[in-house]
């Protein structure tokens, strides 16, 4: 209730007593609030960063949906590539990263297909399917994923 005085312009009961207000106590709350709220909005006008490198593993699988197991993609693995499907707002190089971190192989490229989300009909109702976005990576020579080792 102290500091709720000082503000409101009301007399302690040590300033009744000695009859008159000090400057020092009046000036100090406000310079502390100041420096509080001005600590508060220096720290939200850091910028915000990328994932720290400890955390690659978990903003990897939010990147990597599945692979995809067709007839196509096994027979790519024959010239190395594998595909898969990932979040529709990733890019080349945060798949390269995912794909890296996840199964620890070096990506040599990454080809991207977006995918429109195809209007259809159920008798009377129309409706829209979800966009999708698949990702062929392609490893540099010597490297493997032992994604379709039982198909």
Same mark, same amino acid.
């Given at each position: 209730?102290?500091?709720?005085?000082?503000?409101?312009?009301?007399?302690?009961?040590?300033?009744?007593?000695?009859?008159? =207000?000090?400057?020092?106590?009046? =000036?100090?709350?406000?310079?502390?609030?100041?420096?509080?709220?001005?600590?508060?909005?220096?720290?939200?006008?850091?910028?915000?960063?990328?994932?720290?490198? =400890?955390?690659?593993?978990?903003?990897?699988?939010?990147?990597?949906?599945?692979?995809?197991?067709?007839?196509?993609?096994?027979?790519?693995?024959?010239?190395?590539?594998?595909?898969?499907?990932?979040?529709?707002?990733?890019?080349?190089?945060?798949? =390269?990263?995912?794909?890296?971190?996840?199964?620890?192989?070096?990506?040599?490229? #990454?080809?991207?297909?977006?995918? #429109?989300?195809?209007?259809?009909?159920?008798?009377?109702?129309?409706?829209?399917?979800?966009?999708?976005?698949?990702?062929?990576?392609?490893?540099?020579?010597?490297?493997?994923?032992?994604?379709?080792?039982?198909?």
């Amino acid at each position: 209730m102290s500091i709720f005085n000082n503000w409101s312009g009301d007399k302690d009961e040590n300033e009744s007593k000695a009859g008159k =207000k000090t400057k020092a106590t009046v =000036k100090a709350a406000p310079k502390k609030v100041k420096a509080i709220v001005d600590a508060e909005v220096t720290e939200n006008k850091e910028p915000k960063t990328l994932a720290p490198a =400890k955390n690659i593993k978990f903003n990897a699988f939010r990147v990597l949906s599945k692979p995809v197991v067709t007839e196509k993609s096994t027979y790519l693995v024959n010239n190395n590539t594998y595909c898969f499907n990932v979040a529709i707002h990733t890019n080349k190089i945060e798949i =390269k990263k995912a794909v890296e971190a996840v199964y620890g192989v070096k990506v040599a490229n #990454v080809r991207v297909l977006n995918k #429109v989300g195809k209007i259809v009909t159920f008798g009377r109702i129309t409706g829209k399917r979800k966009a999708n976005k698949k990702a062929y990576v392609t490893l540099a020579k010597g490297q493997q994923i032992e994604i379709h080792k039982n198909v």
